[in-house]
């Protein structure tokens, strides 16, 4: 007799927030102060309905992936973002528009059979995309629940081809302080970079993401491109990527170059492991403020410890 056992962060079908729900744009009709959306920011309209990619949204949502609290509401997920190119503040996605996403390219390079420059366009219509229900945790404690779109990122790491050699990806973000600000702050180490095991690319939970809230990305989640690993702290989730590299030696992270005693390579979350200035044991949901205890791994525990087996000596979580 077959016994399906749910994971621990997985609810009911029932208890998920049907999709009619999120996808209400009543809130984008309240105009409160701050609010970026097709109401108070046509310019974004305009941009959204001219992608060229638009026909592919939404997209088939995959059933595995579930939630254990409601989707947070797309205005306020909109409208609080960590992008510091465009500044330190939470309230970047009006900055966050002067980034011009067309034409975008991405360089995939380092231990390849062949490197080689894609379009970005040409690359998502290789891709089979699909909606996945994730949570993200960041290390300041605050956590949403968001409808990405994407595909895959071991779908990418096999059309790159690596070589036996691989054994990490570096990511690279877009590097252009005259549209994007906070790059004109020179104690940062501007372009933004992130990296990856090769293991922890290929796991089915890790996604390159190209659309939210069933459209494509809008500029302040990091269009046209972005990284969602969602048992990682947020950080770890690097926004308009233009490189991808193969490499043999382990990247140094933006954020472990900046603050090496706060922001690890590894960044996996954990409740009993505090931020050197804050504790991590809860966390609060982003218009709600409803608390909830955090969960090891953010709760991916059964898709992703396997990664880190053996690895004790590793600081693992910070």
Same mark, same amino acid.
């Given at each position: ?12 079908? !029932? ?6 729900? #999120? *996808? ?6 309240? $105009?409160?102060?701050?609010?970026? $959306?097709?109401?108070? *920011?046509? $310019? ?19 059933? !595995? ?6 989707? @947070?509401?797309? !205005? ?9 190119? %465009?500044? /330190? /503040? ?23 059979? +062949?490197?080689?420059?894609?379009? =970005?366009?040409?690359?998502?219509? @290789? ?20 409808? #990405? ?14 070589? !036996? ?5 570096? %990511? ?5 302080? +005259? ?9 940062? /180490? ?14 089915? *939970? ?19 491109l972005r990284l969602a690993l969602p048992w990682?702290? &947020? =950080? ?18 933006? #954020? +472990? ?8 390579? #590894?960044?996996?979350?954990?409740? +009993? ?22 969960? *090891? ?8 410890? &396997? ?12």
């Amino acid at each position: 007799m077959l016994i399906k056992r749910p994971r621990g962060w997985e609810l009911p079908e !029932s208890a998920a927030t049907p999709e009619r729900v #999120w *996808l209400s744009r009543r809130s984008l009709m309240l $105009g409160g102060a701050g609010l970026i $959306g097709a109401a108070t *920011l046509p $310019g974004l309209a305009r941009a959204q309905a001219a992608d060229p990619t638009a026909d592919l949204y939404p997209a088939p949502r995959n059933e !595995s992936f579930v939630l254990d609290r409601p989707v @947070t509401d797309e !205005s306020i997920a909109a409208n609080y973002n960590n992008f510091y190119e %465009f500044g /330190s /503040s939470k309230r970047v996605a009006a900055a966050a528009q002067a980034l011009r996403t067309r034409p975008w390219t991405v360089v995939i390079d380092g231990l390849v059979e +062949e490197e080689r420059t894609l379009d =970005f366009d040409d690359l998502i219509r @290789t891709m089979t995309l699909e909606e996945r229900l994730y949570r993200l945790r960041c290390v300041e404690t605050w956590a949403m629940a968001v409808p #990405w779109t994407g595909f895959p990122l071991a779908d990418l790491v096999a059309m790159a081809r690596p070589l !036996s050699s691989a054994r990490y990806l570096r %990511f690279e973000t877009f590097l252009d302080p +005259e549209v994007a600000r906070g790059q004109r702050q020179t104690w940062y /180490s501007w372009p933004y970079v992130e990296g990856v095991t090769m293991a922890e690319a290929t796991n089915e *939970l890790a996604f390159l993401v190209t659309g939210v809230y069933g459209k494509p990305l809008a500029n302040q989640f990091g269009a046209p491109l972005r990284l969602a690993l969602p048992w990682k702290y &947020g =950080f770890k989730s690097i926004k308009s990527i233009v490189r991808i590299s193969f490499t043999a030696e382990r990247p140094v992270s933006f #954020w +472990e170059r900046q603050g090496p005693t706060e922001y690890g390579f #590894w960044a996996n979350v954990n409740p +009993e492991v505090p931020h050197p200035r804050w504790s991590q044991a809860r966390e609060r949901m982003l218009g709600t403020d409803e608390e909830f205890p955090t969960q *090891l791994f953010n709760g991916y525990g059964e898709w992703v410890a &396997g990664l880190y087996a053996a690895m004790e000596d590793e600081p693992l979580f910070m």
